[in-house]
């Protein structure tokens, strides 16, 4: 797991693993002064701009008027990468150190805002402290949008929601704190040129038996379908970190990716952000069969008919490009009967997807509800 934190200041951070005075160094960054009183500013969700919080004092996020978020092209930065095993964006000054719990990496900037790892809580062992590897910098960031407030609202009404779930934890609620993190993604664009063989079936009803046996089926005539078409794929999602859910990140979607700003490191000031540990062509590779289910049903629609069948379904892809983006989460652990569950809200969107709880007595009791339902119908089919 790997993260930035929203707070420190560039290149001020020397270490000395047998020092005390290294660990008091932790706190003594500054990132984005308020140009008022001089202390840190964090961005404020609500206006969308960074805010003092002792003053009060708000200001702008730092973005030229020109830029833009570039796209950029797959196969020439692979290129770069294997020649020159360089980076588009520098990380310099950035430093990060690993949990010993779940193996996961903090990256942070300047100062170290917590002495515990954000997602499984363990205490940070801060002389394990070095020197950042070189990444891809962020093309873009789609800033918070959803505050605290909203967060908790969306989180009650997800508990409200829940069929199946224990009454007692439905009553008592969920109670944690919130933790706010940009997680990474690989966006890519592509062309895709597809060729298929298949066929296509066509239903039809037929009478077979004779006397109690007489009856109705259905049956298929098959005919041979092909072709080929272009379809070109825009911003295919692919999460660029490991050890996350797939299932609660996936419940996450859909995201409005056009409220991504060009990256600006103003947007993180007061969170946490993970940077990516999936490599840019296995984030590809990890995006093709997204494009490809995508396509598969492309193929079925154009086969037509009551039924398809698909025996082969080529695909070339072309003017592969990609950004890499930071999406807003909103985390949470909570306990419930000594076990512990994860949940996550779209910072952007205010959906949420968690684990949760079960009532064994509920759903026993739909189980036993439902054979009584089926047992009673087919009494009442045997007496008519």
């Known amino acids: 797991m790997d993260e930035h934190a ?18 008091r160094s932790q706190a003594d960054g500054r990132i984005f002064p308020c140009e008022a009183c001089g202390a840190d500013v964090v961005f404020n969700i609500g206006t969308q701009h ?20 570039t796209e950029h092209d797959f196969h020439e930065m692979l290129e770069n990468l294997r020649e020159h095993h360089e980076t588009v964006g520098a990380t310099e000054g950035f430093k990060e150190v690993g949990c010993d719990a779940c193996g996961g990496i903090v990256v942070f900037e300047g100062n170290l805002t917590s002495t515990r790892c ?5 205490p940070i062992q801060l002389e394990g402290i070095h020197e950042m590897e070189t990444r891809i910098k962020p093309d873009g960031v789609l800033p918070f949008q959803v505050d605290e407030k909203r967060a908790k609202g969306s989180i009650k009404k997800w508990v409200a929601s829940l069929w199946f779930a224990p009454n007692d934890f439905k009553k008592s609620g969920v109670e944690g704190k919130l933790k706010g993190v940009y997680i ?28 109690k046996n007489r009856r109705t089926v259905t049956r298929v005539r098959w005919y041979p379908a092909s072709g080929n078409f272009q379809r070109f794929f825009d911003d295919v999602l692919v999460l660029a970190c490991q050890k996350m859910s797939p299932e609660l990140i996936h419940g996450l979607e859909p995201w409005p990716l056009n409220l991504s700003l060009p990256f600006t490191r103003e947007a993180l000031a007061g969170y946490l952000a993970r940077t990516y540990d999936v490599e840019l062509e296995p984030g590809f590779h990890l995006a093709k069969p997204r494009i490809e289910s995508a396509l598969r049903r492309d193929v079925n629609r154009r086969i037509g008919g ?12 072309s003017a592969i490009t990609f950004k890499f983006l930071l999406l807003p989460i909103w985390l949470l652990s909570y306990r419930y009967k000594g076990k512990v569950y994860q949940m996550m809200i779209n910072a952007a969107t205010g959906k949420v997807s968690g684990e949760r709880p079960w009532s064994a007595w509920k759903i026993a009791g739909a189980i036993l509800l439902g054979s009584i339902v089926v047992l009673g119908s087919w009494s009442l089919i045997v007496s008519m």
């Open 6 to 23: 929203g707070d420190g200041q560039p290149g001020d951070l020397k270490v000395n693993t047998d020092s005390a005075e290294a660990h």
């Open 50 to 69: 960074l805010k003092c919080p002792y003053c009060g004092h708000e200001q702008k996020l730092s973005i030229e008027a020109d830029a833009i978020l």
């Open 118 to 122: 954000p997602y499984c809580d363990s």
């Open 184 to 211: 990474p993604y690989w966006t890519f664009d592509s062309m895709t040129f597809v060729a298929y063989v298949g066929e296509r079936g066509e239903e039809y009803r037929v009478t077979v038996g004779t006397g």
């Open 306 to 317: 009551d039924r398809q069948r698909i025996s082969r379904m080529g695909v070339d892809y």
